[in-house]
């Protein structure tokens, strides 16, 4: 399992989160906010996707256009991230991301924390089941992007 650190878009139950990472012995790989957000929708970025033409390189183009107006306007952002990308880029070239493993837990009992997720990037201790990404190559990032989209009509 591949996600981004956003655990109430993904599932609704805390609880039930931390008992997947927990007890489940299923191997999973976390991107973090810091990895995601070097993953920004850039104005060459944007020329780039642009210069593909094909409909797949329009929508994206748009979609980039709508989301990047709302992030300057709520978060100040001149370049939009692009969070969504980052677990299928993992997938696909994994070599993209910097990777440590880690414990990940579920935070189930906090007022103001509910349902984050954290991860220990202390030192690790052996056999840590999680993978952990932590930064990025945002110039091979985009490559493997603009490259799939390329192959769209």
Same mark, same amino acid.
């Given at each position: %399992? ?5 655990? !109430? ?6 609880? *039930?989160?931390?008992? &997947? ?17 070097? @993953?920004? @929708? ?13 409909? $797949?390189?329009?929508? +994206? +183009? ?5 989301? +990047?107006?709302?992030? &300057? ?14 677990? %299928?880029?993992?997938?696909? $070239? ?5 990777? /440590?493993? $880690? ?5 189930? @009992? ?7 997720? /954290? /991860? ?6 052996? +056999? ?5 990404? /932590? ?6 990032? !985009?490559?493997?992007?603009?490259? *799939? ?5």
């Amino acid at each position: %399992m591949v996600r981004v650190f956003d655990p !109430w878009t993904q599932i609704d139950s805390p609880a *039930a989160l931390e008992e &997947l990472f927990r007890a489940s012995g299923i191997e999973n790989s976390n991107i973090t906010p810091e990895a995601n957000l070097q @993953a920004l @929708a850039t104005p060459d970025v944007r020329a780039r996707l642009a210069a593909l033409g094909g409909r $797949a390189a329009v929508l +994206g +183009g748009e979609l980039l256009d709508f989301f +990047g107006a709302r992030y &300057l306007q709520h978060q100040g952002f001149a370049a939009p991230p692009v969070h969504d990308l980052c677990p %299928m880029v993992h997938l696909v $070239a994994p070599e993209v991301f910097t990777t /440590v493993e $880690a414990p990940v837990a579920v935070e189930v @009992a906090g007022a103001l924390t509910l349902g984050r997720t /954290v /991860v220990d990037l202390r030192d690790s201790p052996p +056999g840590a089941r999680h993978v952990v990404g /932590v930064s990025m190559d945002a110039e091979r990032f !985009w490559d493997v992007v603009l490259e *799939a989209v390329a192959r769209l009509p």
